[in-house]
């Protein structure tokens, strides 16, 4: 946006005389965070095919350090979620003093009980308990990664179900997964939280064992305070109201977080924003919505999970976290109480074109505006690429074979 502080200057007067509180807008922006996923900078690909891309991640080591150019460059990316074993190093310690030196915390660790031989029937909903030992013992260890690293997030997404009537007793896993699922939450130390992420499908396609957010809340219900339900957009049948499971969890407490992404058809996993920009402003108007009422208390980590399969995976962290902060931007310029009038009189045209008064308003000026005052680049992307970072680790990581992030196939 060449001129960008002219136009700045032209919004904030019109934000102002739609009765905005410019400044306030601008703390709020500045206060935003996002947490980016280790995995999202290494190669990954679908079952069909990784397409390594030069320049990939190869290691945790080198992860953090195209994190931290994200973070460099938005200013509001300051932590990066981490997967085990495909970040697994020697020394956690070491990583975390790594990330700090880069200007970065450690954060979400994610347990993986996808991908170890013995899980083909499940992890911790397995019938045979020796499986399930395994797959506590590796959530137990989780635990202490996540003590040694200071993060207080473990992050648990199981692909666990079954792919044909008949083939496990449905409630007899159940009952399995509850008692594994007190023993990982006894073991975290307060104010630890454990994430429960669901999914109604893939790789399971007959039943998931944590298939919808009622079946997260039901767990987490029963598991205690400092378990809460996250939602990831991509695991949702087609034509589920996300922002109405999101405002169900707000006014229940049980929202813990989210991994951002966006779909067109399943699990895709593609650029935050890049498919439905709406829903995700939608969703945003909800949080901002709990945010303001004094009953409701949230605590939500924001985070993002895309795997990124054609598009340079450094730029498209920058448009992912740029899209989730324009999402926001957006919702701060609903006026609120003009939508609270218009819905309790039932003025119905009036309460959605307050909504899209907002939506329509191109906040980019606003947000160039916001990183500039934080020492960011107005432009994240245009910095990015004027940097030489991308040549400079293409040139110095020479793709080697297995190198991938522990991706399947990469
Ligand atoms: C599962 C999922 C989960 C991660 C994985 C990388 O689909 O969303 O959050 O563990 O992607
Ligand atoms: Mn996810």
């Not at 880069?102 to 031989?117: H, K, R, S, T």
């Not at 109201?241 to 229940?252: F, P, S």
């Not at 340079?312 to 920058?318: A, G, W």
């Not at 931007?329 to 959605?352: F, H, T, Y």
């Amino acid at each position: 946006m060449k001129n960008w502080r002219e136009t700045y200057r032209v919004l904030a007067d019109d934000l102002t005389a739609r009765g905005l509180d410019v400044a306030q807008i601008k703390a709020s922006l500045k206060t935003q965070r996002v947490e980016t996923p280790s995995w999202g900078y290494a190669d990954s690909g679908t079952r069909f095919k990784v397409f390594r891309q030069r320049g990939a991640a190869r290691t945790a080591y080198e992860k953090l350090a195209d994190a931290a150019q994200v973070h460099k460059y938005t200013g509001i990316a300051p932590s990066v979620a981490l997967h085990i074993p495909w970040d697994k190093v020697d020394d956690y310690a070491h990583l975390m003093s790594y990330a700090q030196g880069l200007g970065l915390q450690l954060g979400a660790i994610n347990p993986n009980l996808f991908q170890d031989e013995e899980y083909m029937l499940g992890s911790l909903c397995h019938p045979d308990a020796a499986v399930r030992r395994q797959a506590i013992n590796h959530c137990l260890e989780c635990v202490e990664i996540a003590v040694t690293v200071g993060s207080n997030i473990i992050s648990l997404w199981l692909a666990d179900g079954t792919s044909s009537p008949g083939q496990d007793s449905i409630r007899g896993r159940k009952h399995r997964l509850l008692e594994a699922l007190h023993e990982v939450y006894a073991a975290m130390p307060a104010p630890m939280c454990l994430l429960i992420e669901y999914k109604f499908f893939e790789p399971a396609f007959y039943h998931t064992d944590l298939g919808d957010w009622g079946m997260a809340y039901l767990m987490a219900e029963k598991l205690g305070d400092r378990a809460q339900v996250l939602v990831d957009l991509g695991h949702h049948p087609l034509g589920t109201n996300i922002e109405q499971i999101v405002a169900l969890l707000i006014d229940e407490g049980r929202l813990g977080g989210f991994h951002f992404n966006n779909k067109k058809f399943a699990d895709d996993d593609l650029t935050v924003g890049s498919i439905n920009p709406y829903e995700l402003f939608l969703i945003f108007n909800e949080l901002i919505d709990g945010e303001r009422d004094p009953q409701v208390t949230m605590d939500v980590a924001y985070m993002i999970d895309e795997s990124i399969n054609i598009k340079p995976k450094i730029e498209s962290m920058l448009q992912s976290v740029i899209n989730v902060q324009e999402a926001y931007a957006k919702a701060l310029l609903i006026n609120r109480d003009k939508l609270a009038e218009a819905q309790a009189a039932g003025r119905v045209v009036e309460a959605e074109e307050t909504l899209l008064d907002a939506y329509r308003t191109d906040v980019r000026p606003l947000l160039a505006a916001v990183r500039e005052e934080m020492g960011r680049a107005p432009d994240p992307i245009t910095a990015f690429r004027a940097s030489g970072y991308y040549e400079k680790v293409c040139a110095e990581r020479i793709p080697e074979e297995g190198a991938g992030a522990g991706y399947p196939g990469a």
